[in-house]
């Protein structure tokens, strides 16, 4: 599996952008996505979640509608719309996949994910 994680910029609050992940070596379809973030200074965590039949999203209370997981099985590529951005939105930003993940359990079910990719970085500034 490998997924490469794109789109991140330099922003003000209130502002919007869209997350790609590109990901190969998988059917999408079958597999859930996620994204995660980790901050200067904290640990990687969880912000959205949507399962491998896309009928079912999670979603940190912190992004809670203002972000919006998606993805496109037929290019292979998950995305994440960030609404309405807060300075606190700022992190490196990593995808995840997770076969027949229904994004259930701590870590949207993805505690043993290996294969993180670099990420991209978000910086809001006010």
């Known amino acids: 599996v490998q997924l490469q994680a794109s789109g991140g910029g330099s922003v003000q609050t209130g502002d919007s952008l869209r997350l790609s992940c590109r990901t190969s070596?998988?059917?999408?379809?079958?597999?859930?996505a996620a994204w995660f973030r980790q901050a200067p200074g904290k640990g990687r965590e969880k912000v959205a979640c949507?399962?491998?039949?896309?009928?079912?999203?999670k979603y940190d209370e912190a992004v809670k509608g203002r972000f919006t997981v998606s993805k496109d099985n037929a290019k292979n590529t998950i995305y994440l719309q960030m609404n309405n951005m807060r300075v606190e939105d700022t992190a490196v930003y990593y995808c995840?996949?997770?076969?027949?993940?229904?994004?259930?359990?701590?870590?949207?079910?993805?505690?043993?994910?290996?294969?993180w990719g670099p990420g991209t970085q978000v910086t809001v500034s006010s």
């Open positions: 995840a996949a997770d076969y027949g993940g229904t994004c259930s359990g701590p870590y949207f079910g993805m505690l043993h994910f290996a294969s």
């Open positions: 070596g998988i059917t999408l379809a079958n597999y859930g």
């Open positions: 949507l399962s491998s039949s896309g009928g079912s999203t």
